[in-house]
């Protein structure tokens, strides 16, 4: 395709130079031919001549156009191009000359310097070359490709070669491990029947076994029984010695007045013992014992701390004219030197009017030097755990679960009975001491209603008063075994049990 073109170009400037030749020859026997004419015969001669010049000129611009696109003589820039073809634009045959150069130069690409035939067919040769030499490259892979394929097929055919024969031997071989596993399972087989032998024999063995079990278990059964039984008797004296401390009394009475201001007592209780004002005792014979079982027949409150042993109390409930010198004074909220902890378990009623007054016992017990840790309202949610320092659970009202069958229960009410029975279970299990509401009150709240005997001119602020350390020799919690009925150490005791 590029030689075409180049045969086409070489016509092109034959056609066009022998075109230039004619012409020029023409002229010349034109000029001689008129040379020896008249004066009118030589102007119109110089006239011709001129227009033979210009004509001259035309054909010189389009030689030197067509020179410069076939790539004689010296590059031209584009600018000298482009005025170039201004100059024989009126020449239709090089339009379509100079139209088909332009397009044949885009072969060329677009950086392409010089732009000419010349240098196109050098660049066409050049390609030619260069794909000349992609053929031979390829020819060349396309050997080596024959090659690798032919070395490939050959390790291929050895390769299956060899499979065909180690399938053989793996033939040979299965059948021979056929054998051999036919004898073996005949020889399972054989074991198999000495097991089931040997199995029935254990059976028989293990029933026997179980029968003697069984007996073993039904006795073991019942002696827990019986541990049981001595396990909850245990655990009921466990609770009393656990109590001792909280059951005797904590202090007496020193001395009895009355006045105009009201009856007044003295204790022989004081900062030594952490005592403040506000703590209400109640008063009891002075040969009471076990003084959480007697019934008040008194109830004083302290109204000021006098010394390290006395205080003195006025009386809130009851007369002093039955309170005698010695009687015994106590608290179940209150121990020497010690915050007495409470657990609240149901509806806590004080004036049957149906609502829980949990909130004023809170009040009324931590103005009584105790403090609520546990608390199970009757909705079932517990807040705070029994511990061993847990003395008192207070049981108010029942829940519903008490008085009405599983079927009649709401989901809320079982989940309430559960929580209340587990507590209980786990008091019994630490030993902590139980009390109705109405025996509380009556060691901690006066006859009225009011929850302070002192009235709100006399009522202290609790926050005013910090009870005093108590000096110990002994580090941790002292077993109630080692205490005297006032909350001291008895270091006789102790020094007997080293």
Same mark, same amino acid.
């Given at each position: 395709?590029? *030689?075409?073109? !180049? #045969? ?7 056609? #066009? ?11 010349? %026997? ?7 004419? !008249? ?10 001549? $001129? /227009? ?49 150069? !332009?397009?044949?130069?885009? +072969? ?34 396309? @050997? ?15 390769? *299956? ?35 089931? +032998?040997?199995?029935?024999?254990? #059976? ?33 004296? +466990? ?30 209780? &004081? ?8 703590? /209400? ?19 004083? $409150? ?15 409930? &009851? ?24 657990? +609240? #378990? ?11 007054? *949990? ?30 320092d847990t003395r008192w659970m207070v049981m108010g009202d029942d829940f519903k679960a008490s008085r009405a069958s599983d079927a009649e229960l709401s989901s809320t009410d079982k989940a309430a009975a559960t929580a ?11 030993? =902590? ?5 109405? /025996? ?10 009011? =929850? ?15 009870? %005093?350390?108590?000096?110990?020799? @002994? ?24």
């Amino acid at each position: 395709m590029a *030689r075409d073109r !180049n #045969v086409y170009v070489w016509q092109a400037y034959v056609i #066009v130079m022998s075109i230039v030749s004619i012409a020029c020859l023409g002229a010349l %026997a034109f000029v001689i031919f008129s040379y020896g004419t !008249n004066t009118k015969t030589v102007e119109a001669a110089v006239d011709r001549e $001129q /227009k033979a010049q210009t004509a001259l000129r035309e054909e010189n611009n389009s030689r030197q156009l067509l020179q410069f696109m076939l790539g004689v003589g010296k590059p031209k820039t584009e600018a000298e191009f482009g005025q170039m073809v201004s100059q024989v634009a009126n020449d239709e045959d090089l339009k379509s000359s100079i139209k088909k150069y !332009n397009d044949n130069m885009l +072969l060329m690409g677009g950086d392409a310097k010089d732009r000419n035939y010349t240098n196109l067919v050098d660049i066409l040769v050049q390609e030619l070359r260069s794909r000349n030499m992609q053929l031979a490259s390829s020819g060349q892979g396309e @050997t080596a490709l024959k090659d690798d394929f032919k070395s490939k097929l050959t390790q291929e055919t050895k390769a *299956r070669e060899a499979a065909e024969q180690n399938a053989q031997e793996f033939s040979s071989k299965r059948d021979k491990e056929l054998i051999e596993y036919t004898e073996k399972v005949k020889a399972q087989e054989d074991r198999i029947t000495k097991i089931e +032998l040997d199995k029935q024999n254990k #059976v028989n063995l293990l029933t026997r076994q179980k029968a003697d079990v069984t007996g073993k278990y039904d006795k073991a059964t019942e002696d827990i029984g019986k541990m049981q039984k001595q396990l909850e008797s245990l655990s009921g004296k +466990l609770n009393d010695i656990q109590g001792e401390d909280f059951q005797y009394v904590q202090g007496h009475v020193t001395e009895v007045r009355s006045g105009a201001d009201g009856d007044t007592v003295y204790i022989n209780l &004081g900062s030594k013992h952490g005592l403040r004002p506000g703590i /209400k005792f109640g008063v009891v014979g002075a040969d009471a014992n076990r003084v959480a079982d007697e019934k008040p027949k008194a109830l004083i $409150q302290v109204i000021r701390v006098v010394t390290e042993q006395l205080s003195l109390c006025k009386v809130v409930s &009851g007369r002093a004219a039955i309170i005698l010198n010695g009687d015994a004074i106590y608290s179940p909220a209150w121990q020497p030197n010690r915050k007495v902890e409470f657990a +609240l #378990v149901g509806k806590m009623d004080l004036n049957g009017d149906g609502s829980d007054d *949990r909130e004023m016992i809170k009040a009324l017990i931590k103005e009584n030097g105790g403090e609520v840790k546990v608390d199970l309202p009757p909705g079932g949610s517990l807040s705070g755990q029994l511990t061993v320092d847990t003395r008192w659970m207070v049981m108010g009202d029942d829940f519903k679960a008490s008085r009405a069958s599983d079927a009649e229960l709401s989901s809320t009410d079982k989940a309430a009975a559960t929580a209340r029975s587990a507590l209980e279970s786990e008091a019994k299990s630490l030993g =902590i001491s139980r009390i109705n509401l109405d /025996k509380l009150m009556g060691w901690l709240r006066s006859s009225g209603n009011d =929850i302070s005997a002192l009235g709100s001119g006399m009522q202290p602020n609790i926050l005013d008063f910090k009870p %005093a350390t108590r000096e110990s020799t @002994t580090s941790g919690r002292v077993s109630p075994l080692f205490m005297n009925r006032d909350g001291s150490l008895n270091k006789a005791l102790k020094s007997d049990a080293k």
